[in-house]
Every structure is written in structure tokens, then in C-alpha cells.
């Protein structure tokens, strides 16, 4: 069965600061899908990034950064100099990849992250 | 390119009713799938249609059904409403034509039983 766990409930930084949110998980599949959601007090998941298993290569996009180490079936988010706007709940996500089972996504129990001017 | 809709956005139901809630995919993806989100249980998956066919299901009562429509547009019902059931329910949608595919999740139907 697959897993996603966040460690981290609840973050809290002060403007600029940069932060790095953790996500483990647990798959038997050799070949899954990993993603990053942020939702906002409005309630709606808004998409981040995808990584497929086979591809460990870093991640930049602006002031958001990934980390992938299969090694340590890690998929780390960092948010360089955060900002305010940046405070929402970021969800780490894991899709298996079997033709069977579709679009399913098994999340993390989120990160509540608040920055603070 | 229009993002997912659901209607409506705000239920206030009392146990033992049935509700229904409407998820409209963004133009051209097939799948559509079912999410539960609570302070509990955090965000649970329901159930994926794809070409008005049921693809997946989650660990959900059987009071809990969805269907699809020939234009990709989803509803899903709740029947028999109980107080645990209260819970934001959104919906996501992807191409999915093979396998997986990134879900983009509309604004979720906030679902209030009392």
C-alpha cells in the first residue's frame, strides 16, 4: 500500500526565511508519480510540480526548489526568502502509475505553513 | 482555458437527507475524480470516472456513489447523510487517457450535515 507522511504539522517563519518542507513516502511500484499541491484558505488544491520516478534531477522555479532522493524516498519542497503570500497548507502527494489505477492520488497529512511579516 | 467548477460551493443538509454535488472538468479531460477532505481523516480519494465508467473507488460506504456524463461532467451523491460525512468534497480532473496524470482540483463543494 502506498504511504505519505509530513512530518512537519505545522511551520511557522518569518519573512525571507527560507523553508523546507518534508515529504517521505512508501511505495512498492518501481515506477510512481510525486506531486506538490498548495492550498490556500480558499480552499482549492492549486498544482505545483509533478516528478516521475525516474527522474531525480532538482527542481527550480522561481523561489521554489525540489529535492528528490529515491535513495531515501524523500520529495522535499524548499521556498526561498519566503513570503507572506506563501502561507497555505502544502500537500505532498504519491500516484501509482498502473494503467488500473487511474488518476488516484494518495496525500500527505499536509503542512500548515504561516510566514510572518 | 476555464478551470474546474464545482456547484454548488456552500450545503448546510440535516442527517438522513441525500445530497448531490456537480463537478464540470476542465474542457477536453476525460477523467474526473473524488476527494473527501476532513480535519480527521485528511484528503481521502473517493472515486475516478473516466469515459462515464467508474476506474477506481476508494474505501467508501456505498452511500457514496458518483456517475459521469457523455460531456466528462461528474456528480456525486451522498445518501443518507450522517454528522461524519460534513466535510469539503472537491473534485480533479486530467487527461488520463493511460494511467496517471497531474489533477487539477476545482474550489470543493463545503458539505454541512447537522
Known amino acids: 500500500a502506498q504511504k505519505v507522511t509530513q512530518a512537519q504539522t505545522e511551520i511557522s517563519v518569518v519573512e525571507k526565511e527560507d523553508v523546507t518542507l518534508d515529504c517521505v513516502y512508501e511505495?512498492?511500484?518501481?515506477?510512481?508519480?510525486l506531486f506538490w499541491y498548495k492550498q490556500p484558505p480558499s480552499g482549492e488544491l492549486v498544482f505545483l510540480i509533478r516528478?516521475?520516478?525516474?527522474?531525480?534531477q532538482n527542481e527550480i522555479s522561481g523561489r521554489y526548489s525540489w529535492n528528490f532522493q529515491k535513495s531515501t524516498s524523500s520529495f522535499n519542497f524548499t521556498i526561498t526568502a519566503s513570503q507572506v503570500v506563501d502561507s497555505a497548507v502544502y500537500f505532498c502527494?504519491?500516484?501509482?502509475?498502473?494503467?488500473?489505477?487511474?488518476?488516484?492520488?494518495?496525500f500527505g497529512e499536509g503542512t500548515q505553513l504561516t510566514v510572518n511579516p | 482555458k476555464a478551470g474546474v467548477t464545482q456547484t454548488p460551493r456552500y450545503l448546510i443538509k440535516t442527517r438522513g437527507q441525500q445530497v448531490t454535488l456537480s463537478c464540470s472538468p476542465i474542457?477536453?479531460?476525460?477523467?474526473v475524480s473524488w476527494y473527501q477532505q476532513t480535519p480527521g481523516q485528511g484528503l481521502q480519494f473517493l472515486f475516478e470516472?473516466?469515459?462515464?465508467?467508474?476506474?477506481n473507488k476508494g474505501n467508501f460506504p456505498g452511500r457514496f456513489s458518483g456517475r459521469q456524463f457523455s460531456n466528462s461532467r461528474s456528480e456525486m451523491n451522498v445518501s443518507t447523510l450522517e454528522l461524519g460525512d460534513s466535510a469539503l468534497y472537491l473534485c480533479?480532473?486530467?487527461?488520463?487517457?493511460?494511467?496517471?496524470?497531474?489533477?487539477?482540483f476545482g474550489p470543493g463543494t463545503r458539505l454541512t450535515v447537522l
Open positions: 470516472y473516466f469515459s462515464e465508467t467508474q476506474r
Open positions: 511505495t512498492r511500484d518501481t515506477t510512481y508519480y
Open positions: 480533479a480532473s486530467s487527461l488520463a487517457v493511460l494511467g496517471p496524470d497531474t489533477q487539477y
Open positions: 502527494a504519491l500516484s501509482e502509475t498502473r494503467e488500473t489505477s487511474g488518476s488516484r492520488l494518495t
Open positions: 474542457s477536453g479531460h476525460r477523467s
Open positions: 516528478r516521475n520516478s525516474f527522474d531525480e
